[in-house]
């Protein structure tokens, strides 16, 4: 079993919907997480760090369930250009058994005319 | 901004030739990380130094070696290449290593034939 998982899609939307991947992680030790995007062939770039309180940046939102070690991501009004692939990442820091990222499989995302 | 630097961008090698990529850091970033991404596959942690130490180490293989330098580039060697070691090569970078947010470069993709 992979230390994070994501549903790996596709998800097929028309433009103007909302779409949500949610993620889970298997290691408590984990301490910083993030959802980064990579489009084909690119390196893959930061989106957003995620918080417990829950964070929203423009049409993004960001949760996390320490609890229940589960984290999403909601976009609201797809753009065409949000078509990509949508890492879970996190990060179990220095203390809690180094400093590297973690990856996802990946949620790819197909937003359609 | 500046961003991170890799070289070359693109690498084709044959089998158990020797490769060796170029990474260089945000500036005034002191820690660089190494990632290999294969086919259809989540980016892998290989290796990462801090304040040109070593800090951690993944799934690299022993074929496969790593440094940082003075002025915090890093160079990623990989002897005795194999098709298997076909992907693309991230480095990233961030201040500190206390979890704080990594950036990646554009890549290398190695092409072993």
């Known amino acids: 079993r992979k230390e994070v998982e994501q549903d790996p899609g596709p998800f097929n939307v028309p433009e103007g919907a909302t779409v949500a991947f949610n993620c889970t992680y298997s290691?408590?030790?984990?301490?910083?997480f993030f959802w980064y995007r990579q489009d084909c062939r690119k390196e893959p770039k930061l989106l957003m760090s995620?918080?417990?309180s829950g964070n929203e940046d423009g049409r993004f939102t960001a949760q996390l369930n320490r609890a229940s070690q589960y984290i999403s991501l909601l976009i609201r009004d797809s753009k065409l250009s949000d078509s990509a692939t949508y890492l879970c990442?996190?990060?179990?820091?220095?203390?809690?058994?180094?400093?590297?990222?973690?990856f996802g499989t990946g949620t790819q995302l197909k937003v359609e005319l | 901004a500046a961003g991170v630097i890799q070289s070359p961008r693109h690498l084709i090698k044959e089998k158990r030739e020797t490769a060796t990529l170029k990474c260089y850091p945000i500036p005034r970033h002191d820690t660089v990380y190494w990632y290999q991404q294969g086919p259809g596959q989540d980016p892998q942690f290989l290796i990462s130094f801090y304040e040109k130490m070593q800090s951690d180490k993944g799934s690299i293989p022993d074929r496969f070696s790593a440094q940082q330098f003075s002025d915090y580039h890093s160079e990623l060697n990989m002897s005795s290449l194999e098709l298997g070691d076909s992907a693309l090569y991230f480095c990233?970078?961030?201040?500190?290593?206390?979890?704080?947010?990594?950036?990646f470069g554009p890549g290398t993709r190695l092409l072993v034939l």
């Open positions: 995620v918080y417990s």
């Open positions: 990233a970078s961030s201040l500190g290593q206390g979890g704080e947010t990594q950036y």
């Open positions: 290691n408590s030790a984990s301490q910083s």
């Open positions: 990442v996190v990060n179990r820091g220095v203390t809690g058994g180094g400093n590297k990222l973690t």
